[in-house]
C-alpha cells in the first residue's frame, strides 16, 4: 500500500470555493460596470441642461446690451410659457423676442424667422416666467424664472433638471 505525503490533486470543496469568489469578484465588476455608465448618463443629461441654460442666459444678456426698452406688444408675464420683447437700436432686428412654444425656446429678431435656443431633442423648457418692473428713475427690470430639463428621459434617475432666476436691468440714458 503506498501513501502519498502531498496533495496532488484539488478537492471538489476547493472548486466550489475558487468558483464562488470568481462570480463574487465577477458580480462586483460587474454592477460597478453598470454605476459607472449610469452615471455617466446623469452626467451627460445634466451637462446638456446646464449648457442650454447657459446659452440662452449669454444670449439674453447680448441683447439686453443693445435693448432700449421692453415691447409691450411682444411681452407675455406672469404665465409659465412667458414671452419677453425687446426694442433694440437696429430697427430691422427690433423687436427681438424670446418665447416658449412647445418645450422649446426660440429667439427671433424682428421679421427674421425663429431660431430654437433649446436643442428639442434633449432638453425642455418646463418654465419661462416673466416679470417687468418699472423703476420711478425710468429703468426696466426684466427677472426670468423658469426651469430646464433633460428630454427624452426613460428614466427618473437619469432626470436633470436646472431652475434659475435671472435679473436683467435695462438702463435707458
Do not use: C
Request: glycine letters at 6%; zero cysteines; hydrophobic letters at 45%.
Amino acid at each position: 500500500m503506498r501513501f502519498f505525503d502531498k496533495k496532488s490533486a484539488t478537492t471538489l470543496i476547493e472548486i466550489l470555493i475558487y468558483f464562488v469568489l470568481a462570480a463574487t469578484l465577477m458580480l462586483a465588476f460587474l454592477t460597478f460596470s453598470i454605476q459607472i455608465g449610469d452615471l455617466y448618463g446623469q452626467t451627460a443629461n445634466y451637462y446638456e441642461v446646464e449648457y442650454a441654460t447657459s446659452f440662452v442666459h449669454d444670449r439674453l444678456e447680448a441683447t439686453l446690451l443693445k435693448a432700449t426698452g421692453v415691447d409691450s406688444g411682444t411681452t407675455v408675464t406672469g404665465v409659465a410659457a412667458g414671452a419677453v420683447g425687446l426694442t433694440v437700436t437696429d430697427a430691422a432686428a427690433s423687436p427681438t423676442q424670446f418665447y416658449v412654444s412647445g418645450a422649446v425656446l426660440y429667439y427671433k429678431e424682428g421679421a427674421s424667422a425663429a431660431l430654437a435656443l433649446t436643442p428639442t431633442e434633449t432638453v425642455s423648457v418646463d418654465s419661462f416666467q416673466v416679470t417687468v418692473l418699472q423703476s420711478s428713475i425710468g429703468s426696466q427690470q426684466i427677472q426670468i424664472e423658469g426651469q430646464f430639463s433633460a428630454a427624452g428621459v426613460d428614466r427618473t434617475e437619469m432626470e436633470a433638471t436646472y431652475p434659475f432666476h435671472w435679473t436683467f436691468t435695462l438702463r435707458t440714458l
